[in-house]
């Protein structure tokens, strides 16, 4: 069983396109992720939330919208697509309540945008 | 926030020969430390981690230092083998509420025949 999904696997879509991505974790983590990595390999967090709740909002141009709809799912809405957008997004989870020390993150296997 | 900075960006290693991969962090409330180990177009993978109440860790060929007062941490791969090659990335968070996982640049590892 998959622990973090993220669909779709590839999007290549042009410029000025409103796309979503999708991300899901079955592990009963209260704390889901957003990371863009570059062309550069940079592993950039975008936004965290905690049992919903968004808790990190990073420097991210507001065409970006994470939605969560409940703790296991936090998609990711991009509107009017840049090419600047083009990265791989990688959805990330980990468990924080009741933790005394941090755990580690689980990724999804990433979501490769191309924007043309 | 917390700033992450890890050298070398690229290693190139012998097989057999060891590598390792040094990490600094700012944010003296950081107090986790974990590795992950990205192969190429795949996620990135937990290899090991460490906590701020332990100063080294050790697992088979991995081992993991960490110096909380000079605010460092390093990965050491002895025995390398072709199958160790990948992207390599530190990272530093602290347990506060809604944590930020902080990563480092990443260290591009090849081991050569």
């Known amino acids: 069983d998959t622990a973090v999904s993220q669909t779709p696997k590839y999007l290549v879509t042009q410029m000025g396109n409103d796309k979503s991505i999708k991300c899901e974790q079955n592990l009963g983590h209260d704390t889901m992720y957003w990371y863009k990595q570059d062309s550069k390999k940079f592993l950039k967090i975008m936004f965290s939330?905690?049992?919903?709740?968004?808790?990190i909002n990073e420097t991210v141009p507001n065409r970006f919208s994470p939605k969560s709809p409940d703790k296991a799912h936090l998609n990711l809405h991009i509107n009017s697509l840049e090419l600047g957008d083009s990265a791989v997004y990688f959805c990330?989870?980990?468990?924080?309540?009741?933790?005394?020390?941090?755990?580690?993150?689980?990724f999804g296997q990433g979501t490769r945008l191309t924007v043309v | 926030g917390e700033n992450v900075e890890q050298h070398p960006s690229t290693l190139s290693v012998q097989e057999g020969d060891s590598a390792v991969i040094k990490c600094t962090y700012s944010?003296?409330?950081?107090?986790?430390f974990p590795w992950y180990k990205q192969e190429l177009g795949k996620r990135p993978q937990l290899i090991i981690d460490?906590?701020?109440?332990?100063g080294e860790k050790k697992d088979q060929r991995i081992a993991v230092t960490l110096n909380k007062t000079a605010k460092h941490f390093s990965l050491h791969i002895t025995e390398t083998q072709p199958e160790d090659s990948a992207v390599y990335f530190c990272?530093?968070?602290?347990?506060?509420?809604?944590?930020?996982?902080?990563f480092g640049p990443g260290t591009r590892l090849s081991v050569l025949p």
């Open positions: 990330a989870s980990s468990h924080q309540t009741g933790k005394v020390f941090s755990t580690e993150a689980f």
């Open positions: 944010d003296s409330a950081s107090n986790y």
């Open positions: 939330y905690n049992n919903k709740e968004l808790i």
């Open positions: 990272a530093a968070s602290e347990d506060n509420y809604g944590q930020n996982f902080v």
């Open positions: 460490i906590r701020s109440n332990v």
